[in-house]
């Protein structure tokens, strides 16, 4: 059995791409290539919320089946990986009822809520799904900083404390 860490680790990493998401949304001005930035963040989430699934309450096939046929919420998460993030099904049909990518966000954190509340037993129970609006690497990439920069402030932190 996969440990509750790994899965914490995979609940944390489709948290931190719906947190990319969600600054993508903020910032769309500032980005080029963010449909590209969108499908890898996506990409990740439904991997990552999945793969938690996969390896707790989906093991049982009854109850996955079970899932599939009773939970709106899984069937979504395992078709967009199914046949369109994992890999490309040519009948594949996007729905994005979306007003807007945070409302996209939005909806997908309730999404990764359900999911850590379907597999909490199999989870540590400190870990608690924080949302932030926040990408360390876009943020570096729009307010252009470099790691000469990145250096230079850390030692600034270190000089006050």
Same mark, same amino acid.
């Given at each position: 059995? &996969?440990?509750?860490?790994?899965?914490?680790?995979?609940?944390?990493?489709?948290?931190?791409?719906?947190?990319?998401?969600?600054?993508?949304?903020?910032?769309?001005?500032?980005?080029?290539?963010?449909?590209?930035?969108?499908?890898?963040?996506?990409?990740?989430?439904?991997?990552?919320?999945?793969?938690?699934?996969?390896?707790? &309450?989906?093991?049982?096939?009854?109850?996955?089946?079970?899932?599939?046929?009773?939970?709106?919420?899984?069937?979504?998460?395992?078709?967009?990986?199914?046949?369109?993030?994992?890999?490309?099904?040519?009948?594949?049909?996007?729905?994005?009822?979306?007003?807007?990518?945070?409302?996209?966000?939005i909806s997908l954190q309730r999404e990764?809520?359900?999911?850590?509340?379907?597999?909490?037993?199999?989870?540590?129970?400190?870990?608690?799904?924080?949302? &932030?609006?926040?990408?360390?690497?876009?943020?570096?990439?729009?307010?252009?900083?470099?790691?000469?920069?990145?250096?230079?402030?850390?030692?600034?932190?270190?000089?006050?404390?």
């Amino acid at each position: 059995m &996969v440990e509750q860490w790994e899965l914490a680790r995979n609940l944390i990493d489709a948290k931190k791409a719906l947190d990319s998401l969600w600054f993508i949304s903020q910032h769309l001005q500032d980005l080029y290539s963010a449909h590209e930035l969108c499908y890898d963040r996506r990409s990740r989430y439904y991997i990552n919320a999945c793969a938690v699934l996969d390896n707790t &309450v989906c093991k049982n096939r009854n109850y996955k089946k079970q899932l599939q046929q009773s939970d709106s919420i899984v069937v979504q998460l395992f078709t967009e990986r199914d046949k369109h993030y994992a890999h490309k099904d040519k009948d594949y049909m996007p729905s994005f009822p979306y007003a807007s990518l945070e409302a996209e966000a939005i909806s997908l954190q309730r999404e990764l809520q359900h999911v850590r509340e379907l597999c909490k037993e199999y989870l540590p129970n400190v870990i608690t799904l924080d949302f &932030v609006c926040y990408d360390g690497e876009l943020f570096r990439r729009i307010e252009k900083i470099n790691p000469k920069d990145e250096e230079r402030i850390k030692q600034q932190k270190m000089s006050i404390i």
